[in-house]
């Protein structure tokens, strides 16, 4: 299998553009381009060829598969970085073949120069992978808040069951009035 390079990703793109530039969505200040796609790149998910890929209607993390993809066109893919878990859908083109892309921004309208999108994009590939840069889900949120409301529950229960006073036959027929010492 040919490995596609960023140059070809760039030249196809470019004809796409062509078609969608007459759309609202397309920001004319905007040109297709790429960063990334290096194949010798280590910190690459294994068996794929990771970049950005920018043009004036949308900004998608690829990943280009070294080998044969085995999912189907319009699967979803998760893959999980340092800075969280990413959702890929997986598409084909006919110059392209098969490959992975990940929404980063559409339209692309917040952008008023190419070098603004470039840096962001340079941005995006090195927040990938570090924690500090994870960004939850709803639905991870929620999750993470659930188990943080149980955990507190055990906790108060546990801590209930600690400071549980026995009562003993005397105190409970005294209601507790009556001083154990008395006896």
């Avoid at 189907?72 to 084909?92: C, H, L, N, Q, R």
């Amino acid at each position: 299998m040919m490995l596609i390079s960023a140059d070809q990703i760039k030249q196809q793109f470019e004809k796409v553009a062509i078609n969608m530039s007459s759309l609202p969505i397309f920001n004319p200040v905007l040109r297709v381009d790429t960063l990334g796609f290096d194949v010798t790149d280590e910190i690459n998910p294994e068996g794929y060829v990771m970049g950005v890929l920018i043009t004036p209607w949308c900004m998608n993390l690829m990943l280009l598969p070294k080998g044969e993809l085995r999912v189907k066109e319009g699967d979803k893919v998760m893959f999980t970085f340092p800075s969280g878990i990413y959702e890929f859908i997986s598409a084909w083109d006919e110059t392209l073949g098969h490959y992975l892309s990940c929404s980063l921004f559409s339209p692309m309208l917040v952008f008023n120069e190419q070098e603004t999108a470039l840096s962001t994009a340079r941005e995006v590939l090195t927040a990938l992978f570090k924690a500090e840069h994870q960004s939850l889900t709803d639905l991870q949120q929620a999750k993470r808040a659930e188990t943080a409301r149980q955990q507190t529950d055990a906790a108060e229960q546990s801590s209930k069951v600690a400071n549980h006073h026995v009562v003993s036959r005397r105190g409970f027929l005294t209601a507790g009035f009556c001083n154990e010492s008395e006896r």
